[in-house]
């Protein structure tokens, strides 16, 4: 399994730097996690549109979720284009807004999970967790054929049910917002320490800390979170490659 980082920034992007997506892929299988600011444009360095079948949104704020649209059209006009007949499948949490977003444009399938539900595709099992955050959110445990396991927070407060869920993981994403000492759970976040303790407590192999601050010095964030307890700790970069 691989994953390359396709924007990791909270918020909103930087220059030529998106905000949250990750691409998984294994034996020709493409699975993007998030659609947030930038995204759709720079997947494209990676994957075709056209063979990108199979989107996964943890929720729907703006800097998770803005691109979708781009998604849904790049879709649809191929299509009239005569260069794709294939549905592209949305997955996400049951709103009916988002629902009739996807369905209302022609070739594009929307598929609501919760935190009960288990996702195959191709070579990936997908599970989710429930999180806690302003809007319903879904963290994403992902196993390939292999048993490898990488985790994606997407966004969340530290919560004892997560680092159970995340248990064993090979790679870790976890979502980093604020510095140690900024009590990022107000907003449903979590702070480079809560950060740290939740993948030391989980036992994960490698930890990547994404959903980064515009401001600071974030190195900061590695040095807090290995403080904490977490080892083999780094900052999500864009274009960076996970191999797992």
Wanted: charged share 25%; hydrophobic share 35%; with cysteine.
């Amino acid at each position: 399994m691989k994953c390359t980082v396709i924007g990791m920034w909270g918020g909103f992007p930087e220059e030529d730097e998106p905000t949250s997506g990750y691409l998984i892929e294994k034996d020709g299988f493409h699975i993007l996690l998030d659609t947030g600011s930038g995204v759709a444009a720079h997947v494209q360095n990676y994957v075709e549109l056209n063979d990108l079948h199979h989107i996964v949104m943890s929720h729907y704020h703006y800097d998770h979720s803005v691109d979708l649209g781009a998604f849904l059209f790049g879709r649809m006009i191929n299509m009239f284009m005569g260069r794709i007949d294939t549905e592209l499948n949305i997955y996400g949490p049951d709103d009916q807004k988002i629902i009739d977003q996807v369905n209302d444009v022609k070739l594009s399938r929307f598929h609501p999970y919760d935190a009960g539900s288990q996702l195959n595709i191709g070579p990936f099992t997908i599970e989710f967790h429930r999180n806690n955050h302003p809007v319903e959110t879904y963290a994403m445990r992902i196993t390939d054929d292999e048993g490898k396991v990488l985790v994606y927070t997407a966004d969340s407060s530290y919560m004892d049910s997560l680092v159970q869920f995340s248990e064993g993981a090979d790679v870790l994403i976890t979502e980093c917002n604020s510095y140690e000492g900024e009590d990022a759970a107000r907003l449903g976040h979590m702070n480079a320490e809560e950060a740290g303790l939740f993948s030391s407590r989980a036992g994960v192999k490698r930890t990547i800390l994404t959903h980064l601050p515009h401001y600071g010095d974030v190195n900061e964030l590695t040095e807090s979170a290995e403080k904490a307890g977490a080892e083999n700790v780094e900052l999500a970069q864009v274009d960076q490659v996970i191999e797992i």
